[in-house]
């Protein structure tokens, strides 16, 4: 397939990254559709952290394409301008500013307009405020604004952080391990949150808790060793042979 004429969101083709003669990528060819999500599976090493570096480019692949929404090829594109096209990615530990009220984290995240005027202006105006109340509404923290963010749940934080990166309206959020160290009320609202939020953005979650996974209901890939390993509905990746060997059956 032609990278450059393809309708999905993010795509990658034949990606290999090697560390210290370790492949940690292997020829991965990975394709998300607009407003999928999908769920990344596969035993530590796997390369899932290096598959979400590959993409916010943090790590640089020796070989393969990394396309995204059409034109954009992320290998000539550094960390800033990537976040800039509209990927955020949300790393497993929180982190909001815990000094701060939880509607001053969103007011911070949001994107300004930049002309000199406007940012005077902005603070002021009404629809900044109704972008905060959606945000707060979306992430379940509406009774919370004027909190700490600081004496937050854990989960309330990770939701807080959810919330600050959509401020920035991405196209792609990369969500590393969200349901670690919540309860199961967290954990499953988490799951609801991120539904939401997949029927107008794309999402990728690295998650090893297969009840949460189970929750998504989502497309799943399992990598192994670089490469894609088995992809399709949970039901039937979590009943291959291969995966259960190397992964689910340990
Ligand atoms: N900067 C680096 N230098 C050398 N080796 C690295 C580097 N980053 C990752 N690796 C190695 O590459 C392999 C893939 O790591 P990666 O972190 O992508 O796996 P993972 O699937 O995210 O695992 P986990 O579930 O444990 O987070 C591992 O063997 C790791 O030790």
Redesign the pocket.
Known sequence: MDASVTPALLYLDDVSVT??G?R?LNSLSLVIEHAEMRAII?P???????MMDVITGKTRPDTGEVMFDGHHDLTRIDEAGIAELGIGRKFQTPTVFDMLTVEDNILLALKSDRRPLASLLEKLTSARKERVDELLERVRLKDHRHRKAGNLSHGQKQWLEIGMLLAQEPKLLLVDEPAAGMTDQETADTADLLREIAQTRSVVVVEHDMVFVRDLGVKVTC?HEGSVLAEGPLDAVSSNERVIEVYLGR
Request: net charge neutral; no cysteine; hydrophobic share 40%.
């Open positions: 560390f210290d370790f940690a596969g530590n090493g796997a390369g899932k952290t290096t990598l």
